[in-house]
Each structure stands twice: as C-alpha cells, then as structure tokens.
C-alpha cells in the first residue's frame, strides 16, 4: 500500500494551494481519508476528512469555509484545496488511509510553505 502527496509548496499569505494524495495498492474505496499537518514541535491535527460511506466531511474549525477536502474512487486520489492561507497554516501535511478495522496508511508528507 502505498500514499504518495504531492501539491505543496511556497505560497504567500492570502494564496492557494491544492494538495494531492494518489493511493495505490489497497481497497481505496473501502477506506476513510484524511489530512493532517504538523510543525515541528508539536503533534499532528487531522486538519480534515471524508469518510467511505456517506462522503461525509470533516474540518478542523480553524480551516472551515477555507479548505475543502474530496476524493475520487475512480482515480483513487483525495484532494485538499486551501484557500486564503495563513502563516499558521504551514506545516508538513501527511495524507492517511483508515478502514476502521486496524489498517492504517500514511504518506511521506509534503510541506507547505506560507510566507511574504
């Protein structure tokens, strides 16, 4: 199994970024998606979601009406579009894979960069 993002980068305060995660070698349909960031010095957030059944979505509060999550079951990817970033919003994000049943995958991370 593998998850691999891609999308991040530098971008000035105020910008956008979508970020991308290509799944490859499970059951991605069967499986609950999810974003989550991290800097260094602190635990990883689940910035936001989206379940395998209902498509229901998730958001951290701080990104709501900001970010927006959604997947492709045909392409097997889940996207994050980020819009009106912040410096707060830089950090590494990770791309993770949930069944529910004990399977767990994540990506390397792609960092995300928010400066003048």
């Known amino acids: 199994a593998q998850l691999v993002e891609s999308g991040g980068g530098l971008v000035q305060p105020g910008g956008s970024l979508t970020l991308s995660c290509s799944a490859s070698?499970?059951?991605?349909?069967?499986?609950?998606m999810s974003w989550f960031r991290q800097v260094p010095g602190k635990e990883r957030e689940l910035v936001a979601s989206?379940?395998?059944?209902?498509?229901?979505?998730y958001y951290l509060e701080s990104v709501k009406g900001r970010f927006t999550i959604s997947r492709d079951n045909v392409k097997n990817t889940v996207t994050l579009r980020m819009n009106a970033l912040t410096p707060d919003d830089a950090a590494m994000y990770y791309c993770?894979?949930?069944?529910?049943?004990?399977?767990?995958?994540w990506g390397q991370g792609t960092q995300v960069t928010v400066s003048a």
């Open positions: 989206v379940d395998n059944i209902n498509y229901r979505t």
């Open positions: 993770k894979a949930n069944n529910g049943l004990g399977l767990v995958y």
């Open positions: 070698g499970f059951a991605f349909r069967t499986f609950a």
